[in-house]
């Protein structure tokens, strides 16, 4: 169906994959309203799925993502609500055996997490601004929800047709891109595929994206180039580093992007005319459609048509920012496995834009 098929194990311990990653499971998120993420997640085409036995917390689902959504009392999430307002408090990855990855990282040097208000029976360590990763390995022949959870209805309905996690960025203090890179490196043995460094009008950022041995968790991370940049305007939103934004794909994103932005998710401020005029030349002899790209302001990048007649092609569209400073994107790949870099420093000026009419950050600095 997509890049990431689940049809069967791919993953395997090795000195490769030490740590045996095999992927996202779920983001978890938390709300001092709820109804406002419920509202939220039934706009991107998500799905109540499941209910808790004893915990005020939700499964919404579509295709093979999973969202929780934690309303419990003096909950590891409600405290994490309070320090950062709206927010991601967890991300749950998928590896072959759970208790060997957390043994694994621990012995790497993660601080193991065993708190009783963690929001899953689930081996678990500390993440980026004291967020938790949940490790569970019952994925394939069964729902790792089985146990906790009882089902309202089937699960992974269709939704819109976004059906996996693609990647899930990070924005963290200056000086502290390398500290995560290590973090990432050394307990779970992810590596560097692209580097970036981009200047807006105002601001700019260094980015690093990072995958793991698996090849199914990408974890691109920010760092402001300045004192007053967009990435430091999220980390005093958020009173500290976290998820930035979080990327799942299509197969048709025309079908998903019109599907919710009639059910009123809002996006990003798109580029301007020439950007659509020069695409092709940009990205070499793509027949995309310029009119539907341009009617929500979906971005293509990647190499084109190349020799041989193979399609490397990338499209792209991200949300306003909608819980908290936090984001969506939505993306669809055609063979194309970057990140957008030909895109980046409009999705940067696009942000940029947003932080200035919102009195974030200045113009004239």
Known sequence: MGPFPHDAPQAKISPENPAGTDGFEFVEFAHPDPEELRALFTRMGYARVAKHKTKNVELWQQGDITYILNDEPNSFASNFVTEHGPCAPAMGWRVVD????????VAQGAEPYDGDDKTLDWPAIKGIGGSLIYFTDQYHDTSPYNEEFDWLCPSKPEGVGFYYLDHLTHNVF???????FQFYGKLFNFHEIRFFDIEGKFTGLFSRALTSPCGRIRIPINEDRGETGQIVSYLKK????GIQHIAVGSNDIYGSTDAIA???VQFMPGPNEAYYELSKTRVVDHDEPIDRMMKHGILIDGEGVVDGGETRILLQIFSKTVIGPIFFEFIQRKGDDGFGEGNFKALFESIEREQIEN???EAAE
């Open 359 to 361: 009195g974030e950050i």
């Open 262 to 264: 009639a059910n009123g």
């Open 98 to 105: 759970a208790q060997h990855a957390y043994d694994h990282a």
């Open 174 to 180: 200056k000086g502290n891109m390398d500290k995560w």
């Open 238 to 241: 958020y009173k500290g580093e």
